[in-house]
């Protein structure tokens, strides 16, 4: 009888340890219950957090997509030379440029949040000088703010993101920032045709202010406070971010576990970065940063609707399908990132890439020779889509993917850095570049960039990882020791 009480006593002490999670708020001991993991279902702070960080990508896509449409009122009411308003709509990858120079370092010093806020305020005020521009100088200035701002914030997010987000998950919430992207690209293109260029510049101001108020109400990034030796903060920003019925004690002992490695380690510098243990990383972020602006992304945003007109289509009607095809095939992104896994849908982005730009060539072929002239606008409008609906699918989120993933936490800074200044200095290329490739023979441009997504193709399959399901300690743990 005896016996049979203390059975039925540790019976009832073991379901009470399993269905009750004590949190000692006042010291840095969590007790948590082993009903649920870590890597979990969506809370409603994870939820609000990415939502935070991605009205900042929303900000960037309509800052991108913000020349297009008003064009020629700009030029109309300013009187602008086609000179002077290609400098105005470079300026935005300058900025983002010399933003990208100090992202790393900024997130590092004071933190994902203080970034995204210095961005959107930077940003703000770079809408305000052009909304309220009376002429070219402060109309350039504008742009060059706005795209310094973007330059932190590209960053920012999806570091942010990845950091904040179980490995089931964190697949779908860097392609987020494609999503918005992709929507706020959208907005402008559709908000240009009926309202006037400086009332439109006044929305773009919208989402920075927010993600401006939305950043008083998130946690700060739990691996950067473990980083900085914020216990109480990191295990309280963790215990939020994963609900409070969530066993956190597994994640938050590999993070710790992995930081204090880290700190072993001595500081990093910029040549530090080409070490032989940090060189596959370093390959295939830069490589795959370079192979996804070479491959036309920018251009064709930029130069759609001249494309359109070159080929024979409808500009308004080739620019509206390319601007609304974008935001479904992000959500199919999202959705299929952390279910299909990053090689093959990467992989598939690419080729359909591929697939669009040789179409397109294809098109520009056939009014060369005056072939099928019925027909050929079809193949641009019919290759143009299909890059538009597949690039966003992969491609347009798998190098700020791989950056926040597979970059360790002690070079993250620097080498992120580097690897935002190099996707600013190709897209800045591109987008100069591109129109002067269109004037020398529209079907050889659109072949050289099949040939750079082939590329890329046989880039993922032989040097990307694949990282779904994996932390992000795992990930940088096994990357590092592949050379060594």
Same mark, same amino acid.
């Given at each position: 009888?005896?016996?049979?009480?203390?059975?039925?006593?540790?019976?009832?002490?073991?379901?009470?340890?399993?269905?009750?999670?004590?949190?000692?708020?006042?010291?840095? &001991?969590?007790?948590?219950?082993?009903?649920?993991?870590?890597?979990?279902?969506?809370?409603?702070?994870?939820?609000?957090?990415?939502?935070?960080?991605?009205?900042?990508?929303?900000?960037?896509?309509?800052?991108?997509?913000?020349?297009?449409?008003?064009?020629?009122?700009?030029?109309?009411?300013?009187?602008?030379?086609?000179?002077?308003?290609?400098?105005?709509?470079?300026?935005?990858?300058?900025?983002?440029?010399?933003?990208?120079?100090?992202?790393?370092?900024?997130?590092?010093?004071?933190?994902? #949040?203080?970034?995204?806020?210095?961005?959107?305020?930077?940003?703000?005020?770079?809408?305000?000088?052009?909304?309220?521009?009376?002429?070219?100088?402060?109309?350039?200035?504008?742009?060059?703010? /706005?795209?310094?701002?973007?330059?932190?914030?590209?960053? @920012?997010?999806?570091?942010?993101?990845?950091?904040?987000?179980?490995?089931?998950?964190?697949?779908?919430?860097?392609?987020?920032? !494609?999503?918005?992207?992709?929507?706020?690209?959208?907005?402008?293109?559709?908000?240009?045709?009926?309202?006037?260029?400086?009332?439109?510049?006044?929305?773009?101001?919208?989402?920075?202010?927010?993600?401006? /108020?939305? =950043?008083?109400?998130?946690?700060?990034?739990?691996?950067?406070?473990?980083?900085?030796?914020?216990?109480?903060?990191?295990?309280?920003?963790?215990?939020? +971010?994963?609900?409070?019925?969530?066993?956190?004690? $597994?994640?938050?002992?590999?993070?710790?576990?992995?930081? !204090?490695?880290?700190? $072993?380690?001595?500081?990093?510098?910029?040549?530090?970065?080409?070490?032989?243990?940090?060189?596959? *990383?370093?390959? %295939?972020?830069?490589?795959?940063?370079?192979?996804? $602006?070479?491959?036309?992304?920018?251009?064709?945003?930029?130069?759609?609707?001249?494309?359109?007109?070159?080929?024979?289509?409808?500009?308004?009607?080739?620019?509206? @399908?390319?601007?609304?095809?974008?935001?479904? *095939?992000?959500?199919?992104?999202?959705?299929?990132?952390?279910?299909?896994? #990053?090689?093959?849908?990467?992989?598939?982005? *690419?080729?359909?890439?591929?697939?669009?730009?040789?179409?397109?060539?294809?098109?520009?072929? =056939?009014?060369?020779? $005056?072939?099928?002239?019925?027909?050929?606008?079809?193949?641009?409008?019919?290759?143009? +889509?299909?890059?538009? @609906?597949?690039?966003? %699918?992969?491609?347009?989120?798998?190098?700020?993917?791989?950056?926040?993933?597979? /970059?360790?936490? &002690?070079?993250?800074?620097?080498?992120?850095?580097?690897?935002?200044?190099?996707?600013?200095?190709?897209?800045?290329?591109?987008?100069?570049?591109?129109?002067?490739?269109?004037?020398?023979?529209?079907?050889?441009?659109?072949?050289?960039?099949?040939?750079?997504?082939?590329?890329? %193709? +046989?880039?993922?399959?032989?040097?990307?990882?694949?990282?779904?399901?994996?932390?992000?300690?795992?990930? !940088?743990?096994?990357?590092?020791?592949?050379?060594?």
């Amino acid at each position: 009888m005896m016996h049979t009480a203390e059975n039925k006593g540790e019976e009832d002490a073991m379901a009470v340890t399993s269905h009750l999670l004590v949190v000692d708020r006042e010291g840095d &001991n969590i007790v948590c219950s082993s009903r649920r993991r870590s890597d979990s279902s969506i809370t409603a702070a994870l939820a609000f957090s990415a939502f935070a960080a991605a009205c900042g990508s929303f900000a960037y896509g309509c800052a991108a997509g913000y020349s297009s449409p008003v064009e020629d009122e700009i030029m109309s009411d300013l009187g602008l030379s086609t000179a002077d308003f290609s400098l105005f709509g470079s300026l935005l990858t300058v900025g983002g440029l010399l933003g990208s120079l100090f992202s790393g370092k900024l997130t590092d010093c004071i933190g994902r #949040r203080g970034t995204l806020g210095l961005s959107e305020m930077i940003s703000s005020s770079g809408w305000i000088l052009i909304a309220f521009s009376q002429g070219v100088w402060s109309l350039d200035l504008g742009r060059l703010l /706005l795209g310094v701002g973007d330059g932190l914030v590209m960053y @920012a997010i999806p570091v942010y993101l990845a950091e904040i987000t179980p490995r089931n998950l964190r697949g779908g919430s860097a392609l987020l920032v !494609q999503l918005t992207i992709c929507c706020g690209v959208s907005t402008m293109y559709f908000a240009g045709n009926v309202i006037t260029w400086r009332i439109l510049a006044l929305i773009g101001i919208l989402p920075c202010l927010v993600q401006l /108020l939305c =950043l008083f109400f998130i946690p700060e990034s739990p691996r950067y406070l473990a980083n900085k030796g914020r216990e109480r903060e990191f295990k309280l920003a963790l215990l939020r +971010l994963r609900g409070e019925n969530v066993n956190i004690s $597994q994640e938050a002992s590999d993070i710790k576990e992995y930081i !204090q490695t880290l700190h $072993q380690i001595p500081t990093v510098n910029f040549s530090d970065l080409f070490q032989r243990k940090y060189s596959y *990383a370093l390959t %295939v972020v830069l490589g795959m940063m370079a192979l996804a $602006q070479f491959g036309g992304a920018t251009g064709i945003l930029f130069y759609a609707s001249e494309i359109f007109e070159s080929a024979g289509c409808s500009t308004k009607v080739g620019s509206t @399908a390319m601007a609304i095809i974008q935001v479904p *095939a992000s959500v199919a992104g999202v959705v299929l990132m952390d279910r299909a896994g #990053r090689r093959p849908l990467s992989m598939f982005s *690419a080729s359909g890439m591929c697939l669009g730009c040789i179409l397109t060539a294809l098109s520009f072929l =056939l009014k060369e020779h $005056q072939k099928l002239k019925e027909y050929s606008p079809y193949f641009a409008l019919i290759g143009i +889509l299909g890059y538009s @609906a597949t690039c966003p %699918v992969g491609i347009g989120g798998l190098p700020l993917l791989l950056m926040s993933e597979m /970059l360790p936490i &002690n070079i993250k800074g620097l080498a992120g850095s580097l690897a935002m200044a190099i996707n600013w200095s190709t897209s800045w290329m591109v987008s100069y570049a591109f129109n002067f490739m269109l004037d020398w023979s529209s079907s050889g441009a659109f072949l050289i960039l099949a040939g750079v997504n082939a590329l890329m %193709v +046989l880039f993922i399959a032989k040097l990307v990882p694949e990282t779904k399901g994996r932390t992000l300690e795992e990930i !940088q743990e096994s990357v590092t020791r592949i050379l060594n």
